[in-house]
């Protein structure tokens, strides 16, 4: 039995009279009743000693029902002793989050420090304030007969989490809230730059040293009589140089590659061609997926995802022979809505037996949201009404569920969806229930959300990952991924401009963390590799901490013992060109000028749009670099005006936390508001003109 559902019968067996939380409580065995895996618990010397049973591997010892100070922000435990090897644990389980919902909330994990360790969980797992009690657990991983001694443990109140300002016209992002406006230490990389070192690596053949050359040619053949190429998901993958590449780290680097301005067809190879080695027509699926020769229903985003890359990479290059494929997998999708009756609390969905997919332990809710802007995309394209059918009943599934579905990376591009189709089709999907989502802790794969906290000194606000995994792990693909998805949304619905622009202001500072040059050597595993000097590829993740290192690049490979050598992610790093399409700097330190185009894939005629976030307590003014054409300025936050008939520069005031998205218009061009939008030569300005 897992452990949630060990605690789960715990609470539904019926759990004693709830206790006062105080220290004596730690030296008395009798209030830790619930002895989970057969733990020893016994008084040693005031303390509370936790040994693993005869034949197990680890041991928890809980308190059923146990109130805690509300407001806690900080807990303080004391490890007396530990034996060699092993590691410490805390945890609690009940309606950590005041959602009315019980879940488990992970203090500590895998500690193997003694002495004093001081713990500052994420302040949305630890929602204490509305008096419910919950279990409290401390525990051991390790080999029979081992033990922890815990002599200390101290909850401590704090302030109140900040709340965002209410700002006229502008929505709220709640945990975007909770982090700081300008992110320190601020470090700004050049995004594009970190781009094209990527490229230059993973596509160089020439390459020399230790597992270089990372590219491959694929002569397999397997759904295209062309020779194709490869790209390992690691450093060091023993797949390297088979035809078990990965398509989500193969066209991710085409994609990211052309995000950040280079051509992939250009030069001796097509790279964008060789893409259809992915869509899977010798075994008949006939669909876009992760392998050359594979079939459907392990995972949903495993099967979608790497048709959303493919679908971008038909938007950029629509004469590269790809958009039939499109047409096809878009068709069949849109019957798998129909199939499944527009209710995906499924795993996957297989299309040989034509059912869905469920394996009993986790479920996939938001693959309706990449289904959805799969589908709009189609749409959009074809104007089939089938594709538009599938994509609202999507969208309302996902508003119908109570709960948050994001498992994965897919939920962001459903949110992009929806706020396109309100703007081009006057719809009324819940875009703020959706984006509130992505960002805050899902319901359905606990602890995946954005991280909002200090790590070890370090602003890493805005990564995407799990919040409470060991405190902390954050994801370089779905970093960018989720920064792709919803920055386009600002020009959709510029009410979240602040709330977005604040956002990613956040992850691109704290994003270069995952690279082993923005680093000390001490704070990650695989800083001993020599092949790229310029720190190209980043860590698969970030942890919070390791062996009280923080924060720590890292990943699950080398841990796992899954094969690869290192810990530094290709499939991850290939979507770093995703950032670097969308973030430049301006002459205001901190000042971002985001580029709302740059990942909008399938987009309705458009003039350029920059979203720009001024962190800073006063007003700044910045420069925006305009065409030799003479342009207006428009801002789609304030519905005007600001700069008419200019070219070269042009001198804007932002005022102190607020945001602007700003449209270059062409100057002379004919205005007019036809059904709440602006339009400037038939072209929206703004998608809510007043």
Not at 249 to 260: E, I, Q, R
Not at 328 to 333: F, K, N, S, Y
């Amino acid at each position: 039995m897992t452990f949630s559902a060990l605690c789960a019968c715990a609470v539904l067996a019926g759990a004693p009279p709830a206790l006062q939380w105080s220290e004596a409580l730690l030296s008395r065995p009798s209030a830790w009743s619930d002895r989970m895996n057969g733990a020893l618990v016994t008084p040693y010397r005031g303390a509370l000693r936790v040994e693993i049973a005869p034949g197990c591997a680890w041991a928890i010892a809980a308190i059923p029902s146990v109130c805690l100070p509300p407001g806690t922000e900080r807990v303080t435990a004391s490890v007396r002793s530990l034996s060699e090897g092993s590691r410490w644990l805390m945890r609690l389980f009940g309606d950590v989050r005041g959602t009315g919902r019980p879940a488990t909330s992970s203090l500590a994990e895998q500690c193997a420090r003694t002495g004093q360790t001081i713990l500052e969980p994420d302040p949305r797992l630890m929602l204490l304030g509305h008096g419910q009690p919950v279990q409290l657990q401390l525990g051991i991983e390790g080999k029979p007969g081992d033990s922890v001694v815990f002599e200390g443990l101290e909850f401590a109140s704090g302030a109140p989490s900040p709340r965002g300002a209410t700002i006229p016209g502008q929505l709220p992002i709640a945990a975007v809230d909770l982090m700081p406006s300008l992110p320190q230490p601020y470090r700004m990389l050049d995004w594009r730059a970190k781009a094209r070192a990527y490229d230059r690596l993973a596509f160089d053949w020439s390459a020399r040293g230790q597992f270089l050359p990372l590219i491959w040619l694929d002569e397999s053949r397997i759904n295209v009589d062309a020779p194709t190429f490869g790209l390992p998901s690691y450093v060091g993958d023993p797949r390297q140089g088979t035809n078990g590449q990965e398509s989500i780290t193969c066209m991710g680097a085409v994609l990211g590659a052309t995000v950040a301005g280079i051509d992939k067809r250009e030069g001796p190879h097509d790279y964008v061609a060789m893409c259809q080695a992915f869509a899977n027509r010798r075994n008949g699926s006939n669909l876009v997926l992760n392998l050359q020769d594979q079939g459907t229903g392990g995972s949903y985003w495993y099967d979608l995802f790497p048709h959303i890359v493919f679908y971008a990479l038909a938007d950029r290059y629509p004469d590269a022979g790809l958009e039939p494929v499109v047409r096809d997998t878009a068709d069949r999708w849109a019957r798998v809505v129909d199939a499944v009756d527009a209710t995906f609390e499924h795993t996957g969905f297989d299309f040989a037996s034509g059912k869905p997919v469920d394996n009993g332990k986790w479920r996939e809710p938001d693959a309706a949201a990449g289904i959805a802007w799969m589908e709009y995309a189609a749409w959009t394209r074809w104007r089939d009404p089938a594709h538009l059918r599938a994509a609202q009943r999507c969208l309302r599934f996902l508003e119908e569920r109570e709960s948050n579905p994001y498992y994965e990376c897919l939920l962001p591009w459903g949110v992009q969806a929806a706020a396109k189709m309100n703007a081009e089709l006057g719809a009324e999907w819940d875009v703020d229930r959706l984006l509130n989502w992505c960002f805050d802790i899902s319901d359905c794969r606990g602890g995946w959300g954005a991280i909002v906290q200090n790590w070890g000194g370090y602003d890493c606000a805005g990564l995407v990952g799990s919040v409470d995994n060991r405190g902390g792990y954050a994801f370089a693909m779905n970093t960018f991924s989720q920064a792709a998805a919803l920055t386009p949304v600002a020009r959709y619905d510029p009410r979240y401009a602040r709330a977005l622009g604040k956002w990613m202001l956040n992850l691109a500072n704290a994003a270069r963390l995952f690279y082993p040059t923005e680093l000390p050597t001490s704070n990650q595993d695989c800083g001993w590799w020599q092949g790229d000097p310029e720190g190209a590829i980043a860590y698969e993740g970030l942890r919070r901490q390791r062996d009280g290192r923080s924060p720590f690049g890292t990943g699950d490979p080398i841990e796992f013992r899954w094969g690869p050598k290192t810990n530094l992610g290709l499939y991850g790093s290939s979507y770093v060109g995703l950032l670097g399409g969308i973030v430049s700097t301006t002459d205001v330190p901190g000042i971002l000028a985001l580029d709302c185009l740059a990942t909008d894939f399938y987009h309705a005629r458009a003039y350029p749009t920059h979203l720009y976030y001024n962190p800073h307590a006063a007003a700044r003014m910045i420069t925006v670099p305009l065409a030799g054409e003479p342009t207006d300025l428009y801002d789609a936050v304030s519905h005007r005006f600001l700069v008419e008939g200019t070219h070269g520069d042009a001198k804007v005031r932002i005022a102190g936390d607020r945001a602007l998205v700003l449209v270059s218009v062409p100057s002379g061009s004919h205005r007019e508001t036809v059904g709440g939008r602006l339009l400037c030569d038939d072209v929206v300005a703004d998608y809510r003109a007043r």
